[in-house]
């Protein structure tokens, strides 16, 4: 029953929203609503977990010495320190929102903006023109790539008006095929998953 | 020649910090043109009847708040400015409504906006998806409070937004960087009820999102941190997004620069 149950709660959890959702008394029933209740406590519950299981993760490395334990200690006192904080001051004190918003939000923000280093240097490796196709892609990377910043109507007026084009047109194909594309594998992993099919969700390898 | 090839990535990242650093401290102020997508998504915001009731959903963290803070700005603010009244609330994104709070304090303040009667700020709710389409029957339910924990109830401005549909929201201005994002909106708010969905998009996501431009879903899109400069030229009110793109023409410049030196590298060394 390891893994029946939860397949059986699957399978009745979708039906219930499908008919819930597509049929008019199914709305009129509201069990949707209770469900989408019961998925928002299932979620803070979710959050707690993550916290207890995060803890027991670090307070065994801390025990063991594992290495860079001392990273776990700080990892600790920063969960709990501003958990605490956040409990006694909630989300709008002061000293609270400050870390927030000069520590968190300054940390956060300085490790996306070295992607663009990453980028740098991974544009300067991979648009080699190895191939005709590789080099079909290195032009209309360089040339969108300019065009979206001001440098290339400065070079050329009608450069960003090419740009929308090939944003519009080529890419926007291209988009809607792999759109549909995923669209189709997503209700058919729904399919799947409702008829018991797909159990990748219950572990192990996750087909029959 | 081959030394080219092989330029070692720290001489790279250097020079960039180097251009980036330059570019910012002494700007070039090259001219940004307005596009007919900035044009579309201007109108979209700006013939929306008077005394509309819009919503922002800032649906990012810190990650992105480089690209989307310009936006939620001229986005606040020309709502701000036309006169609507805004609530602010996200979804799953929990640092987001946050973020922007002292932007929009900001804005208001300078249009002399009252909190709870003008504009709200119903901060972040958990349930991505699911949390939407509650919502969508009772916000008030759903919702609960707002981002000071106030209950939502005590607000004269949520006397005008039970719920959202079109009965009672006029547009949904939505900035993110991910999923749940725009075409969250878009598949449980915006198609069901009906509602006008414009979107705020980081550059990244611009190719995917197109086609709910062309296909009308979307009724605007700012496309980017220059979709921004061009919107923020429109609405009177340049900042951040026309300050970066001086920057953006001189990173762009220098990959193309590199690329071209990896490429003359690879051909001289490949006829050898």
């Given at each position: 029953?390891?893994?029946?149950?939860?397949?059986?709660?699957?399978v009745l959890s979708s039906l219930i929203v499908v008919f819930?959702?597509?049929?008019?008394?199914?709305?009129?029933?509201?069990?949707?609503?209770?469900?989408?209740?019961?998925?928002?406590?299932?979620?803070?519950?979710?959050?707690?977990?993550?916290?207890?299981?995060?803890?027991?993760?670090?307070?065994?490395?801390?025990?063991?010495?594992?290495?860079?334990?001392?990273?776990?200690?700080?990892?600790?006192?920063?969960?709990?320190?501003?958990?605490?904080?956040?409990?006694?001051?909630?989300?709008?004190?002061?000293?609270?929102?400050?870390?927030?918003?000069?520590?968190?939000?300054?940390?956060?923000?300085?490790?996306?903006?070295?992607?663009?280093?990453?980028?740098?240097?991974?544009?300067?490796?991979?648009?080699?023109?190895?191939?005709?196709?590789?080099?079909?892609?290195?032009?209309?990377?360089?040339?969108?790539?300019?065009?979206?910043?001001?440098?290339?109507?400065?070079?050329?007026?009608?450069?960003?008006?090419?740009?929308?084009?090939?944003?519009?047109?080529?890419?926007?194909?291209?988009?809607?095929?792999?759109?549909?594309?995923?669209?189709?594998?997503?209700?058919?992993?729904?399919?799947?998953?409702m008829?018991?099919?797909?159990?990748?969700?219950?572990?192990?390898?996750?087909?029959? | 020649?081959?030394?080219?090839?092989?330029?070692?990535?720290?001489?790279?990242?250097?020079?960039?910090?180097?251009?980036?650093?330059?570019?910012?401290?002494?700007?070039?102020?090259?001219?940004?043109?307005?596009?007919?997508?900035?044009?579309?998504?201007?109108?979209?915001?700006?013939?929306?009847?008077?005394?509309?009731?819009?919503?922002?959903?800032?649906?990012?963290?810190?990650?992105?708040?480089?690209?989307?803070?310009?936006?939620?700005?001229?986005?606040?603010?020309?709502?701000?400015?036309?006169?609507?009244?805004?609530?602010?609330?996200?979804?799953?994104?929990?640092?987001?409504?946050?973020?922007?709070?002292?932007?929009?304090?900001?804005?208001?303040?300078?249009?002399?906006?009252?909190?709870?009667?003008?504009?709200?700020?119903?901060?972040?709710?958990?349930?991505?998806?699911?949390?939407?389409?509650?919502?969508?029957?009772?916000?008030?339910?759903?919702?609960?409070?707002?981002?000071?924990?106030?209950?939502?109830?005590?607000?004269?401005?949520?006397?005008?937004?039970?719920?959202?549909?079109?009965?009672?929201?006029?547009?949904?201005?939505?900035?993110?960087?991910?999923?749940?994002?725009?075409?969250?909106?878009?598949?449980?708010?915006?198609?069901?009820?009906?509602?006008?969905?414009?979107?705020?998009?980081?550059?990244?996501?611009?190719?995917?999102?197109?086609?709910?431009?062309?296909?009308?879903?979307?009724?605007?899109?700012?496309?980017?941190?220059?979709?921004?400069?061009?919107?923020?030229?429109?609405?009177?009110?340049?900042?951040?997004?026309?300050?970066?793109?001086?920057?953006?023409?001189?990173?762009?410049?220098?990959?193309?620069?590199?690329?071209?030196?990896?490429?003359?590298?690879?051909?001289?060394?490949?006829?050898?």
């Amino acid at each position: 029953m390891r893994k029946e149950g939860p397949m059986i709660v699957t399978v009745l959890s979708s039906l219930i929203v499908v008919f819930s959702a597509h049929f008019h008394l199914g709305k009129q029933l509201g069990i949707k609503d209770a469900l989408d209740g019961w998925f928002l406590i299932s979620i803070c519950i979710a959050l707690a977990l993550g916290f207890v299981n995060l803890t027991a993760i670090h307070w065994k490395a801390i025990q063991r010495k594992r290495e860079g334990w001392i990273f776990s200690v700080w990892l600790m006192i920063v969960m709990y320190g501003y958990a605490v904080l956040g409990l006694i001051q909630s989300h709008t004190g002061t000293q609270f929102n400050w870390i927030y918003q000069n520590i968190q939000a300054a940390l956060s923000s300085a490790v996306f903006s070295l992607v663009a280093f990453f980028i740098s240097s991974a544009a300067y490796r991979a648009f080699r023109i190895r191939t005709k196709e590789a080099t079909v892609l290195m032009i209309f990377a360089v040339f969108v790539m300019l065009g979206r910043a001001p440098i290339g109507d400065a070079i050329w007026g009608q450069w960003s008006y090419w740009v929308n084009k090939i944003m519009a047109v080529p890419n926007m194909a291209g988009m809607r095929g792999i759109l549909l594309g995923a669209s189709i594998g997503a209700f058919a992993t729904a399919l799947r998953i409702m008829l018991g099919l797909e159990r990748a969700h219950l572990g192990g390898t996750g087909t029959q | 020649m081959e030394k080219l090839m092989k330029i070692d990535r720290r001489i790279i990242y250097i020079i960039g910090v180097c251009v980036v650093v330059f570019t910012m401290l002494y700007p070039i102020g090259l001219p940004v043109k307005i596009s007919d997508l900035a044009r579309q998504t201007y109108a979209a915001v700006e013939n929306l009847p008077d005394g509309s009731l819009v919503i922002i959903s800032p649906m990012y963290d810190a990650g992105a708040m480089g690209e989307l803070h310009p936006m939620f700005t001229v986005f606040f603010y020309h709502a701000a400015k036309r006169g609507y009244k805004i609530v602010v609330v996200n979804t799953s994104w929990v640092q987001g409504p946050q973020l922007v709070h002292p932007i929009a304090e900001e804005i208001a303040k300078e249009f002399g906006l009252v909190y709870g009667e003008d504009w709200i700020n119903l901060g972040s709710k958990p349930g991505g998806s699911v949390f939407l389409q509650a919502a969508v029957t009772d916000l008030w339910g759903a919702a609960l409070t707002d981002y000071t924990n106030r209950p939502i109830a005590s607000f004269p401005i949520m006397n005008r937004v039970p719920k959202i549909t079109a009965e009672f929201v006029n547009a949904c201005l939505v900035l993110d960087c991910g999923t749940p994002g725009a075409p969250t909106w878009l598949t449980y708010v915006n198609e069901p009820e009906n509602i006008p969905l414009i979107v705020g998009e980081i550059q990244m996501s611009v190719p995917e999102n197109m086609p709910y431009v062309a296909s009308g879903q979307y009724k605007g899109m700012i496309a980017g941190s220059r979709g921004c400069a061009e919107y923020e030229l429109l609405v009177g009110r340049p900042g951040k997004a026309i300050k970066a793109q001086d920057t953006m023409s001189s990173i762009a410049l220098l990959i193309t620069l590199f690329i071209v030196l990896g490429n003359i590298g690879y051909l001289t060394t490949k006829k050898k």
